[in-house]
């Protein structure tokens, strides 16, 4: 999509110096990425790089503009600002909250085990006890019939000697 022609006068738009832009305006200035342009005197500088803020002596951050013309640097630090906390805000709500749906449902799941646990002894005691009984009701019968050895029944059983 470039041609050669277009790609030169790209090359020779980066190492042209700020300063050269100077007294021309903002949009000229901030094609280069490492110009700056500060409205007081209108002036397009060398972005200080070495410190990421430039200095008040240089320009003040009210009428320095970097990247885009129509907002002042001071109000892009500010929005960048915002922009990074409400990231940190809200990963750390997603964090916090995944962190207490995870421990409720892990205790969810233990009361749910437990009541399964306590409704299968209920079972096992309840089938435990109907044992008991049907073994009653069973000795009874042989009791009534003589089939209990250790029944005190005056009839028992006639044994072939």
Same mark, same amino acid.
């Given at each position: 999509?470039?041609?050669?022609?277009? %790609?030169?006068?790209?090359?020779?738009?980066?190492? =042209?110096?700020?300063?050269?832009?100077?007294?021309?305006?903002?949009?000229?200035?901030?094609?280069?990425?490492?110009?700056?342009?500060?409205? /007081?005197?209108? /002036?397009?500088?060398?972005?200080?790089?070495?410190?990421?803020?430039?200095?008040?002596?240089?320009?003040?951050?009210?009428?320095?503009?970097?990247?885009?013309?129509?907002?002042?640097?001071?109000?892009? =630090?500010?929005?960048?600002?915002?922009?990074?906390?409400? =990231?940190?805000?809200?990963? /750390?709500?997603?964090?916090?909250?995944?962190?207490?749906?995870?421990?409720?449902?892990?205790?969810?799941?233990?009361?749910?085990?437990?009541?399964?646990?306590?409704?299968?002894?209920?079972?096992?005691?309840?089938?435990?006890?109907?044992?008991?009984?049907? &073994?009653?009701?069973?000795?009874? =019968?042989? &009791?009534?019939?003589?089939? %209990?050895?250790?029944?005190?029944?005056?009839?028992?059983?006639?044994?072939?000697?």
């Amino acid at each position: 999509p470039y041609g050669i022609k277009s %790609l030169c006068v790209l090359v020779l738009f980066v190492f =042209i110096a700020c300063s050269a832009f100077s007294q021309k305006s903002c949009e000229e200035c901030l094609k280069n990425v490492s110009c700056l342009w500060c409205y /007081t005197n209108n /002036t397009c500088i060398d972005y200080p790089v070495r410190s990421i803020i430039p200095s008040s002596s240089l320009c003040s951050l009210s009428n320095a503009r970097w990247g885009v013309c129509w907002i002042n640097f001071e109000a892009l =630090i500010i929005a960048i600002a915002v922009v990074a906390g409400l =990231i940190l805000v809200s990963i /750390t709500v997603c964090c916090c909250y995944c962190c207490y749906c995870r421990k409720r449902s892990r205790s969810r799941l233990d009361e749910e085990e437990e009541q399964l646990a306590r409704k299968r002894e209920e079972r096992r005691l309840e089938s435990l006890q109907r044992k008991h009984e049907r &073994k009653l009701k069973h000795d009874e =019968i042989r &009791k009534k019939y003589g089939l %209990l050895q250790d029944s005190d029944n005056p009839y028992s059983r006639f044994e072939n000697e």
